[in-house]
């Protein structure tokens, strides 16, 4: 197990998935310290700074990488433990943005009524008290908020030849913005191209179950991942796992149709998993999953379907890799 | 306080909200004990009941009701607190249906291909141990699952003179099929005709959040209630409160329609509770709100929006009257 | 074949469909000379009076009737052939509305957003040039837009005891707001009650496809229908049959299911009606059809789909009812 | 002006938008003649090949092209002059496909329900009497159908360093699958990258609105195009204009999102045209525009707003590009 660091000049920022040459190669085990900017590319330096006004359109929500993972071939799955997550800055940012979030006139829900108004909020971080000051803008309401620190954004390389904004979550993973990104969950992408090539960035210091603004308190982030390659089962579409929960997520507009895909792939996993045909595991999905709101406004929506490990009894997903890739997490953070 | 008794005989079950002549009235404060058929009005009587078979369309998902509460008036709320909701055989019972649920062709999904197989599942209900256990009909798989019970359908008389089956949520409540409404939990209703005339029925021993493939565990309820009614304040959607949450609901098509409602709807609640502008109350909500599907497969769907009751520091919904319903709610269970 | 007349006054007007005494009865065959009110019950009165001031919502897009058709039973079709729709008065009104069309944050669009200006359009009606004079707020722009009056609501009692608000479409017609609702079209509903219970208005003097701004040019009307009676063939959604094609109509959310209703439904009728199997009537409509919005504005959205009757060969649809009331309506008309 | 040839060999057909060097260098202005492949490749040759068994996914939908025009610069807008299209088989051909189209469970629309039965049909064409001929698979139903050719795919290289599958329509056109894109049609496109990098296939002998089954008579082509720069006006998305309408559309999902990108791009650009301000030409559309669906099948569904010219009066789009590039259409069809 080597140990990487991946710390991004400015201009090695990516801002697509997939046609990118790799910043860094590392094997199956290997653990990688990555450095990661806010969605802002660091431009916003005060509440006075509206996103919109001083950071350009084409360098929102920079990534880090490409990282190749030697080995990993078409077909495979890459396995993406988070062991830590950890903000950069004794601050993190939120904001509205024009045409952005969930409940204003957007690029693709187009109207003529005008979109909301920008507004900026700086929240004050303490990583010894693990929280993060909410200050209301126009009224003294202050607010203490526990950290809970993730990566909006985490993909590879698409499938065929196709290159993607960073912002559109899919089949590749991307912006999917789910909270469940956090340290202690490994997340199962599919491999397009050899290498897989994984970014990954847009780091909230926490965020709320469909990112309804449209931001979460972005961050940069110093995080560590453990990578490892689970040879063949390709994947439709990207799933977690944490030590409590198997999850699949969809993203596609409209949200049920995301909530379709999430749940349509968590079945089958659970039938995989446990021997129950289609229908009975459609059954126990129904009684014991969680479906829970990841994003509610980005170029496609994403939503989560849970299902409780306990109830797939001894059947372990992957061979175990997740158990391994937590195993490996704690042998580097007590070195 | 009075405690009233309300079991309907099968000829009084209700499948509309609105329109109905009370069957019971009630007066603020009151407890009702109340008993509920499951959706399938008693009919399913083993595995081999197909509920499309043994079931008329216009004899699913019977409500018991219409309670009226004297004094309330167009324009207030109705505060519907669970004391307990106890499954009332021992067994529970699910199914698919045809062109019923999120993953096959439906009515409004309307397609070509054929629907899915049409399959029941009985559960046996252990109250002592507080489970019930699911076994797969296609393979040996068993498994003991929690007991959570719910009342998938609670709702009032409709505004306008409308008079809406029981299967579709709206404004009035109905159908949300959410698992928030369990024992501790206080219902927010809009009061739409004098003396409100609340229904319910549609009891889940345990459901999914999504519902997805169209049922829960579905079960005759006993059940324990106490009403109340919060003068003025009119609801343009219902809202839940228990000990640890506020919440907002949404209940509509598309998906993210009924996540932008229940979004709208807690932003609001949130500002008129601790003060915050809309913006400002905007972000709280993204950062520390919650977002699940009640559900994706009934004619309207439903989502729910949560918040935190700590982030409200010491604001309190409707003057208390959670708290209030709660310790009332106590006292009658240690009569 | 009797002719009746229908001019409800100010208090007779209906705001739902179901539920309510007939105002008027007539026997299949005959004909009806109905008058209706504009969408705005007749109160706006000048560019001035901004609609939401002045026309409580209650009081929004009254109907004339019921109409009581003796011997229309539950599962037979009302046929309904609109023999003229002639505009009542020297102007029609347009208008945005708060809340209300497809390019503004609405109630089911909920958004914190702030919803488009209100503002009110009167056109000149000239009905010996059969024209509609358009004339800008903001400018000097005029035009003259021919004539097109058509009914957006035409409805009967919905089944199952539902009572069903007048601004929403569904199943049992209500408000399509299709511009094929014109004269010389034959309108198809299913009956859900004994008399099947007609109800009509909403005229406009003409409207685009999708109504996008949530209103036509709302225009009060003398229009003739003659109505008859299909015993059977039960249907699922509203038809239409004009000289030139078959249409289907499917009213819901979002508007990619009501496309799919509309579609779903008229490859069932072009099958029945040509003998091809489900799959080569789907071929055969993916070729030939037309599929324009109707409404994109109301509480369920509308989607046509339409077949050349050509296509269908010597097909015709209910033996002919179409063609025979038709006739019926020449020789009224040369009376 | 300037003619040119472009009749790929069959390795050099492209799979996506954006990222290729271009096979044919054009000035504007200039004429190509070009030949295009059908959907299936070339690959089904008999109603017996099943498209899912003999066309691999990755070589489904063949564009001709880069086509780069010389001075299209970034901002720009190209104008794409379909001068004729004639199907270059004596057979076009239809199929279903598995999870594809609009009634049958699909990748994004995802189900457990089992996908529709897989059918083709051979089309014969017919191009003296400008016919082709349905015929039935399960009986002896047979229909000439007027041929209406056109191009289901169009577009160029998208924005941002995108690379994206031919097969989704979106801001750089691509597979809007919209029967409008006929000869005597002007397209235009915005300009992404230098030289606009054009690129068309999936040509359909015709095609009914929606594209319902997925597929339109799916038929090689030899078109040809005239194009042209327009300096400046960046659009948000493709325009079209023939001798009736001028045309806007959006491309996303739902199907209503596609609507309101559609008529708010047709609003504004109405609004340019004529000086009405956005109510008045919101008013304006709301009631002389058509809202045809386009496809409703493809991984962006795309609706249509079209207003008659007519009531722009003198104003014309485009300083007249359409007129210019249909009198060289003429020119060039007598020489």
């Known amino acids: 197990m080597a140990i990487h660091q991946l710390k991004p000049t400015p201009e090695q920022y990516s801002y697509v998935f997939g046609g990118a040459k790799p910043l860094l ?11 990661t900017e806010d969605c802002y590319g660091g431009r916003v330096d005060s509440p006075d700074d ?74 004050d971080i303490d990583l010894e008290a693990w929280t993060a000051t909410f200050r209301a803008r126009n009224s003294d309401y202050e607010l203490s908020l526990p950290l809970d620190p993730m990566h909006g954004t985490v993909g590879v390389a698409p499938a065929s030849g196709e290159v993607r904004l960073v912002v559109t979550p899919s089949t590749h993973g991307g912006n999917m ?4 990104v956090r340290a202690g969950t490994t997340l199962y992408l599919p491999v397009n191209v050899p290498g897989a090539m994984l970014s990954l960035g847009d780091g909230h210091a926490r965020q709320g179950e469909g990112e309804v603004c449209g931001t979460g308190l972005e ?14 089962g390709a994947l439709s579409w990207p799933r977690l796992e944490d030590d409590e929960f198997i999850m699949s997520t969809g993203s596609v507009r409209p949200l049920e149709d995301a909530y379709r895909i999430s749940q349509t ?9 446990t021997g129950l045909d289609t229908l009975d595991a459609y059954q126990l999905v129904s009684q014991l999953g969680l479906a829970p709101a990841a994003n509610v406004c980005d170029p496609n929506y994403t939503m989560l379907a849970k299902l409780p490990k306990w109830s ?20 580097y953070s007590v070195r």
């Open 25 to 35: 190669s590392v094997k199956p085990g290997d653990i990688v310290e990555v450095s």
């Open 219 to 232: 961050s940069a982030m110093n995080s560590v991942i453990a990578v490892d390659v689970v040879k063949g």
């Open 312 to 331: 797939l009894k001894s059947a372990e997903a992957y061979g175990g890799v997740h158990r391994r890739l937590r195993a490996a997490a704690e042998d």
């Open 177 to 180: 913005d789910t909270p469940e």
């Open 265 to 273: 792939d968590l079945i089958g996993w659970t039938s995989e998993l």
């Open 50 to 123: 509206l996103p919109s006004e001083v950071v350009p359109f084409s360098e929102l929500n920079p990534v880090s990488g490409p990282i190749e993972v030697e080995g990993a071939e078409v077909g495979d799955i890459l396995a993406v433990h988070f062991v830590s997550i950890v903000p950069a800055r004794p601050y993190a940012i939120s904001s509205t943005f024009p045409h952005f979030g969930a409940l204003t006139p957007t690029h693709e829900t187009s109207m003529l009524a005008n979109p909301l108004e920008e507004r900026v909020w700086f929240y």
